[in-house]
């Protein structure tokens, strides 16, 4: 069984900062492409960054230049670095995995069970 679990969430007011870890628990050979979701009141969810195994990234416009997402393939953890925090980034933030190998089994599209971040103006 394979778990990706966040932490880091809480309350900051605009113009703070946060950051956000995800791990992968389990006895893991490698992790493909990981990203980290949000998904604000009343909204659909939606893709914030991904970052590859090799490390390339890639950053939805309105996080451009605030946030910043790595890996650390050695604990299997990806992060979210999040500045200049604005009341529209209010949302459960979520770590997912497009796959994680775990000896010969192959998991696909792993979710983490998210955690909230509230801005206050």
């Known amino acids: 069984q394979v778990q990706l679990v966040e932490s880091g969430g809480g309350a900051v007011q605009a113009g703070g900062s946060l950051r956000l870890s995800c791990a992968a628990s389990g006895r893991i050979n490698s992790i493909g492409t990981m990203a980290w979701y949000r998904q604000g009141p009343g909204k659909q969810r939606e893709l914030v960054a991904t970052?590859?195994?090799?490390?390339?990234?890639n950053y939805e416009d309105s996080v451009k230049g605030r946030f910043t997402i790595s890996r650390d393939n050695a604990k299997n953890t990806v992060y979210l670095q999040m500045g200049s925090l604005k009341p529209e980034d209010t949302a459960v933030y979520y770590c997912?995995?497009?796959?994680?190998?775990?000896?010969?089994?192959?998991?696909?599209?792993?979710w983490g069970q998210g955690t909230l971040v509230t801005v206050s103006s």
């Open positions: 997912y995995a497009d796959r994680i190998i775990i000896a010969a089994l192959r998991y696909l599209g792993v």
């Open positions: 970052i590859t195994s090799g490390g390339s990234t």
